[in-house]
């Protein structure tokens, strides 16, 4: 398919719904408005010490272990059964990834980063936020809804084991410490997360149709509905609590080739791809999003540029919203 036959389809789409959206800049407000409010409310909490460092840490690890394990298993395993495609948006998200991480690395020799610092740099370029922020502006878009909503939590379960798996290899082949070792690190990282775990079991079930008794559903769901705004809080709060320290030009680089070059990756593979509008405007939601704040945790366990990392987080974190609004304003 040409390219201009390809942006020809996605105008020919679905011209109802194009039609529901005549007013592009009113959806991107009212899309990332509430997300990056409450982010803004986090902030401010923690900047008038309504929130401290322990609670924040303490409710990071109750959002990560438990409220949006339960989100995620419980949104996959009771969704209905759809005939909506996984599997390009999986080569989408893994294909502009892994693009962008070679990308990162000649950049990165480009720019004289230190080998030590390279892994960092590539990570901070490619480690998505999305279960922190895609899924919240997800559940607000008009497309975002129903069976695309599935396709993205089915979707992120591989595309987050390859977040791990690829940050292990980056961080500790940064400090050469390859070998058996690493791969035993990397199988470890991967089968301790326990958002891959709830969205394989969820998964699963939702595949095999296993009905979920109510009582289940409304208690599980209940917890998983605490995390979304939560996590939101406490991505505020970090940002208050975290200064941009560190090699300027590095975190630019790391935070440019996050938001703008895994996105534009995303698109050309589309493209490629031949992906219909709603679920490219589903990738690249997912693919726009700042560098996860898991980033600095990886670096600081592994030896990475603990500088770097917080840095990129913060400013990547600031920058994203233009990123996700040309995301959110696609279709």
């Known amino acids: 398919m040409k390219a201009r036959e390809w942006l020809d389809t996605q105008n020919d789409v679905a011209p109802e719904g194009r039609r529901r959206n005549l007013k592009p800049r009113m959806q991107i407000v009212e899309t990332l408005a509430p997300v990056f409010l409450i982010i803004a409310f986090g902030w401010f909490l923690r900047r008038r010490h309504w929130l401290g460092d322990d609670f924040l840490g303490e409710a990071n690890r109750v959002v990560y272990w438990i409220g949006l394990p339960a989100f995620l298993l419980i949104s996959l395993a009771a969704a209905p059964t759809s005939s909506v495609p996984v599997g390009r948006l999986v080569l989408m998200l893994l294909g502009a990834t892994a693009a962008i991480i070679g990308l990162a690395l000649l950049t990165g020799r480009f720019l004289g980063i230190p080998r030590e610092s390279l892994g960092t740099f590539a990570q901070a370029a490619y480690r998505c936020n999305m279960a922190y922020v895609a899924l919240p502006i997800l559940g607000l878009l008009p497309s975002g809804h129903g ?13 987050m084991a390859f977040f791990n798996a690829a940050a292990v290899l980056l961080l500790l082949s940064s400090r050469q410490a390859t070998g058996p070792g690493m791969w035993r690190r990397v199988g470890l990282e991967l089968a301790k997360n326990p958002l891959i775990w709830a969205s394989v079991v969820g998964g699963i079930h939702g595949y095999m149709s296993w009905p979920v008794p109510p009582w289940v559903e409304h208690t599980v769901g209940t917890v998983g509905q605490m995390s979304l705004p939560l996590a939101l809080i406490c991505i505020g709060g970090a940002l208050a609590a975290t200064r941009l320290t560190g090699n300027r030009r590095r975190i630019v680089a790391a935070s440019v080739l996050k938001l703008a070059g895994q996105p534009l990756c995303g698109l050309a593979l589309a493209w490629i791809l031949g992906m219909g509008p709603v679920e ?8 726009a999003t700042p560098t996860s704040a898991a980033s600095y945790t990886m670096a600081t366990q592994l030896g990475g540029d603990e500088d770097l990392a917080a840095g ?6 600031l920058l994203s919203v233009f990123a996700l609004a040309a995301a959110v304003a696609y279709y």
Do not use: D, H, I
Not at 147 to 159: G, H, K
């Open 280 to 287: 490219t405007q589903v990738g690249l939601v997912l693919l």
């Open 147 to 159: 069976p695309w909503y599935t396709a993205a939590l089915l979707a992120m379960a591989p595309t």
């Open 312 to 317: 990129s987080v913060v400013l990547s974190t």
